[in-house]
């Protein structure tokens, strides 16, 4: 976040060498900002704080039209409006993949498969098996085979509009060859570098003076997202189609041929695509690539396995923002070895101390790392990791560098075990592990001082609240003084201020316009979207994926406020029992141990007050809730019995799919049993309550009916 020393002059109120001066500071700063984005690919403010900057320079050169500069931001062709990308919305949310390390893993991931779609022991679901490309991904669209649109992942859901961008990419073909090109084709895959030509173009850069990339891929990243699509052009971009996205009609019935398509339509495809047929031929694929890595020329993370058939693919569907069809292979991480020099226990928004580990600087896989996780208590007693000890540690993709070990015979005499602490650093509660759990937490969840920051930090963060001017600093200084406990607090600071203590605008590092600018942020923001508000609570394991589900679940956040109020209600020390729970519990992504968090949240009075307080300060739009179209939109359903057409995980993903609920239990809610062989109880209360009983057959036939 920038930080500006000094508040800002009200544009009618700056002289005009005043205004001189600003603009060129501010031409100056933007400048850098652009390059940090386009060039680094590491920018350092939001879009929003950016864009006041643009708004700042417009807004005085409105009122100084003769100070406009050639070189002012304003005036340079090509630009957006706001000087970034625009958004684009993706048709079909471009995925990430779930990740598999070890050889047991890949094995589990196969062995699911079969389980949820229910195989015979002799049948293998055929996998294709890939190379996972350390790039970027991108989606194409294509209407009437004319390249239309192209944009970057973003977070999934929206990405960044680069179409210009991409037209200049060799590999990415403006129109699509062949005759029965599908009206609409979203083509997908990844823009990537050859390494020799990374080189050859830091060598370029160097030579002339420019920004030199410490990868291939943030090569590929920021020549791709130039402003100036004349950059791009001159880059060696390339580009490999491995998927899809929305499509008109599926010109083939299996991801091999759906790729061998995108092939004959003009794409450049992986010609190490491979099926495998048994789970050896898998592993000796992932053997062979990684032999083979170093020779490959583009640099590749792992393998990626899906399964071939598209309608499995579809059976099997998704959990939170990863296809249970398809997982990524991962090669093992680059390592290092370094002094650890101490061990500082942070404490998280749940409680959680997190030891996290002071590190000599290192540099790994091109990186200088000086923090790494040392996970929890037991890691570091099982791994006997002593302060002063020479430890290894390794980095793997985008995750947090890891202490892997100990270098034993480095390590210095005298040097003790480490003792975990048993209370919290930042309150001195008792800091205790519930039985079966690693982490070891601050027993004083309502009033720790770090827990309750933390909350408040993740209150405003990026995804959840965003508010301008209000980062994790600021939240943090007006907690230590006393103006913001709660997130309701937030709204009602303008209502309180300079009632107790001077008014903000007199405070230190604030000034009367950073301070109107602060409280017109967080009006802003009395509105907000129900997954961020939802997001925003913090509640554990509700990450932005679960509470997306969750607002297209319940639509409203009164209608998931008085849901989980009766889940919570339901709770006895036998478990959770309610409708509600078997409602929260049967949303398609959302499991068991997120259900009960939740349920934990909403059954603390002091958790609930403070949402309400929130409440009362804000308006929470409605989300789009899921299909509403299908034969069984609405309707709860019941699933018993032995279940021999589909397993009962994947009944309840396909159910909750078409918008339909799952419940555990019968009542006189239920608006269909689906009985399997041998159902018991539950098919008798059906029959007593009335309630329609459907064979598995049956239920097929209704879910296909619309
Ligand atoms: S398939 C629904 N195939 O990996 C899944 N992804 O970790 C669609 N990636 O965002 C992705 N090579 O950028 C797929 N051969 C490949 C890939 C690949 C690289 C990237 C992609 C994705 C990320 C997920």
Same mark, same amino acid.
């Given at each position: 976040?920038?930080?500006?020393?000094?508040?800002?002059?009200?544009?009618?109120?700056?002289?005009?060498?005043?205004?001189?001066?600003?603009?060129?500071?501010? =031409?100056?700063? #933007?400048?850098?900002?652009?390059?940090?984005?386009?060039?680094?690919?590491?920018?350092?403010?939001?879009?929003?704080?950016?864009?006041?900057?643009?708004?700042?320079?417009?807004?005085?050169?409105?009122? /100084?039209?003769?100070?406009?500069?050639?070189?002012?931001?304003?005036?340079?062709?090509?630009?957006?409006?706001?000087?970034? /990308?625009?958004?684009?919305?993706?048709?079909?949310?471009?995925?990430?993949?779930?990740?598999?390390? =070890?050889?047991?893993?890949?094995?589990?991931?196969?062995?699911?498969?079969?389980? /949820?779609?229910?195989?015979?022991?002799?049948?293998?679901?055929?996998?294709?098996?890939?190379?996972?490309?350390?790039?970027?991904?991108?989606?194409?669209?294509?209407?009437?085979?004319?390249?239309?649109?192209?944009?970057?992942?973003?977070?999934?859901?929206?990405?960044?509009?680069?179409?210009?961008?991409?037209?200049?990419?060799?590999?990415?073909?403006?129109?699509?060859?062949?005759?029965?090109?599908?009206?609409?084709?979203?083509?997908?895959?990844?823009?990537?570098?050859?390494?020799?030509?990374?080189?050859?173009?830091?060598?370029?850069?160097?030579?002339?003076?420019?920004?030199?990339?410490?990868?291939?891929?943030?090569?590929?990243?920021?020549?791709?997202?130039?402003?100036?699509?004349?950059?791009?052009?001159?880059?060696?971009?390339?580009?490999?189609?491995?998927?899809?996205?929305?499509?008109?009609?599926?010109?083939?019935?299996?991801?091999?041929?759906?790729?061998?398509?995108?092939?004959?339509?003009?794409?450049?495809?992986?010609?190490?695509?491979?099926?495998?047929?048994?789970?050896?031929?898998?592993?000796?694929?992932?053997?062979?690539?990684?032999?083979?890595? =170093?020779?490959?020329?583009?640099? #590749?993370?792992?393998?990626?396995?899906?399964?071939?058939?598209?309608?499995?693919?579809?059976?099997?569907?998704?959990?939170?923002?990863?296809?249970?069809?398809?997982?990524?292979?991962?090669?093992?991480?680059?390592?290092?070895?370094?002094?650890?020099?101490?061990?500082?226990?942070?404490?998280?928004?749940?409680?959680?101390?997190?030891?996290?580990?002071?590190?000599?600087?290192?540099?790994?896989?091109?990186?200088?790392?000086?923090?790494?996780?040392?996970?929890?208590?037991?890691?570091?007693?099982?791994?006997?990791?002593?302060?002063?000890?020479?430890?290894?540690?390794?980095?793997?993709?985008?995750?947090?560098?890891?202490?892997?070990?100990?270098?034993?015979?480095?390590?210095?005499?005298?040097?003790?075990?480490?003792?975990?602490?048993?209370?919290?650093?930042?309150?001195?509660?008792?800091?205790?592990?519930?039985?079966?759990?690693?982490?070891?937490?601050?027993?004083?969840?309502?009033?720790?001082?770090?827990?309750?920051?933390?909350?408040?930090?993740?209150?405003?963060?990026?995804?959840?609240?965003?508010?301008?001017?209000?980062?994790?600093?600021?939240?943090?200084?007006?907690?230590?003084?006393?103006?913001?406990?709660?997130?309701?607090?937030?709204?009602?600071?303008?209502?309180?201020?300079?009632?107790?203590?001077?008014?903000?605008?007199?405070?230190?590092?604030?000034?009367?316009?950073?301070?109107?600018?602060?409280?017109?942020?967080?009006?802003?923001?009395?509105?907000?979207?129900?997954?961020?508000?939802?997001?925003?609570?913090?509640?554990?394991?509700?990450?932005?994926?679960?509470?997306?589900?969750?607002?297209?679940?319940?639509?409203?956040?009164?209608?998931?406020?008085?849901?989980?109020?009766?889940?919570?209600?339901?709770?006895?020390?036998?478990?959770?029992?309610?409708?509600?729970?078997?409602?929260?519990?049967?949303?398609?992504?959302?499991?068991?141990?997120?259900?009960?968090?939740?349920?934990?949240?909403?059954?603390?009075?002091?958790?609930?007050?403070?949402?309400?307080?929130?409440?009362?300060?804000?308006?929470?739009?409605?989300?789009?809730?899921?299909?509403?179209?299908?034969?069984?939109?609405?309707?709860?359903?019941?699933?018993?019995?032995?279940?021999?057409?589909?397993?009962?995980?994947?009944?309840?993903?396909?159910?909750?799919?078409?918008?339909?609920?799952?419940?555990?239990?019968?009542?006189?809610?239920?608006?269909?049993?689906? =009985?399997?062989?041998?159902?018991?109880?539950?098919?008798?209360?059906?029959?007593?309550?009335?309630?329609?009983?459907?064979?598995?057959?049956?239920?097929?036939?209704?879910?296909?009916?619309?």
């Amino acid at each position: 976040m920038a930080k500006r020393a000094k508040p800002l002059t009200p544009v009618d109120e700056l002289t005009k060498a005043q205004a001189r001066v600003e603009l060129t500071r501010l =031409a100056l700063e #933007i400048e850098g900002h652009d390059a940090r984005y386009y060039q680094h690919d590491a920018p350092t403010i939001s879009d929003a704080a950016y864009d006041a900057l643009r708004r700042r320079v417009e807004d005085i050169e409105a009122r /100084f039209p003769d100070l406009v500069a050639a070189e002012s931001p304003t005036q340079r062709v090509g630009a957006q409006p706001s000087g970034r /990308f625009a958004k684009v919305r993706h048709a079909v949310p471009m995925l990430s993949l779930g990740n598999a390390f =070890a050889d047991a893993d890949v094995t589990e991931f196969v062995a699911r498969v079969r389980r /949820f779609l229910r195989l015979d022991d002799g049948e293998f679901p055929i996998i294709v098996a890939e190379p996972k490309i350390d790039g970027l991904s991108l989606t194409l669209r294509y209407e009437h085979g004319e390249l239309v649109t192209g944009a970057t992942r973003g977070d999934g859901f929206e990405g960044e509009d680069v179409t210009a961008n991409v037209r200049t990419v060799k590999d990415i073909p403006h129109k699509l060859k062949g005759r029965d090109v599908p009206a609409v084709c979203e083509v997908r895959g990844e823009v990537y570098m050859l390494r020799e030509d990374f080189l050859a173009l830091n060598r370029k850069q160097a030579a002339a003076g420019d920004t030199v990339f410490a990868n291939p891929r943030n090569s590929a990243a920021g020549s791709l997202r130039q402003k100036d699509a004349g950059i791009t052009a001159a880059r060696p971009l390339k580009f490999f189609a491995y998927a899809w996205g929305e499509m008109s009609a599926l010109p083939a019935d299996t991801q091999f041929e759906m790729v061998n398509w995108l092939g004959h339509a003009g794409f450049v495809v992986n010609p190490l695509m491979t099926l495998c047929h048994s789970v050896e031929d898998v592993m000796n694929y992932y053997r062979g690539i990684e032999t083979q890595r =170093a020779t490959l020329g583009y640099d #590749i993370d792992g393998v990626v396995y899906k399964v071939n058939r598209l309608d499995w693919q579809e059976r099997l569907g998704f959990v939170s923002r990863s296809p249970r069809w398809a997982i990524a292979h991962k090669f093992a991480a680059e390592r290092a070895t370094t002094v650890l020099n101490a061990i500082d226990i942070q404490v998280g928004r749940t409680g959680a101390l997190t030891p996290v580990a002071k590190l000599a600087p290192v540099t790994v896989g091109g990186v200088v790392v000086q923090n790494a996780t040392l996970h929890n208590e037991d890691e570091i007693a099982r791994k006997d990791i002593r302060i002063g000890d020479t430890v290894t540690i390794q980095r793997a993709g985008d995750v947090i560098p890891q202490v892997v070990g100990v270098v034993l015979d480095k390590r210095p005499k005298g040097a003790e075990p480490y003792r975990f602490p048993t209370t919290c650093p930042a309150c001195g509660s008792h800091a205790v592990r519930e039985e079966g759990e690693a982490v070891r937490r601050c027993t004083n969840t309502l009033s720790c001082p770090a827990q309750a920051v933390e909350r408040l930090k993740h209150f405003v963060s990026r995804n959840a609240f965003d508010i301008e001017g209000l980062g994790e600093k600021q939240v943090a200084a007006f907690f230590d003084e006393g103006l913001v406990r709660a997130p309701a607090d937030i709204f009602t600071l303008k209502a309180r201020d300079g009632k107790k203590g001077p008014p903000l605008a007199e405070r230190e590092g604030w000034g009367a316009t950073s301070a109107n600018n602060l409280f017109n942020a967080i009006d802003e923001r009395r509105h907000i979207a129900l997954h961020r508000a939802i997001f925003a609570l913090g509640i554990r394991h509700v990450g932005e994926g679960n509470a997306k589900l969750l607002a297209r679940h319940y639509g409203s956040m009164d209608a998931f406020r008085a849901a989980m109020g009766e889940a919570a209600a339901g709770r006895s020390p036998e478990g959770n029992a309610s409708e509600a729970y078997a409602d929260l519990n049967a949303i398609e992504g959302v499991g068991k141990v997120v259900a009960d968090a939740i349920v934990e949240f909403f059954a603390e009075p002091r958790s609930v007050r403070a949402l309400d307080d929130l409440l009362a300060e804000i308006t929470v739009e409605d989300a789009e809730r899921i299909k509403t179209d299908t034969a069984v939109a609405g309707k709860t359903v019941v699933f018993t019995g032995a279940l021999t057409r589909f397993s009962r995980d994947e009944a309840k993903a396909s159910a909750e799919r078409l918008g339909a609920k799952v419940a555990g239990s019968v009542s006189s809610k239920t608006d269909y049993v689906v =009985a399997g062989e041998a159902a018991g109880s539950k098919l008798d209360k059906a029959r007593a309550l009335g309630v329609t009983v459907l064979s598995e057959d049956e239920w097929l036939k209704l879910i296909d009916s619309k």
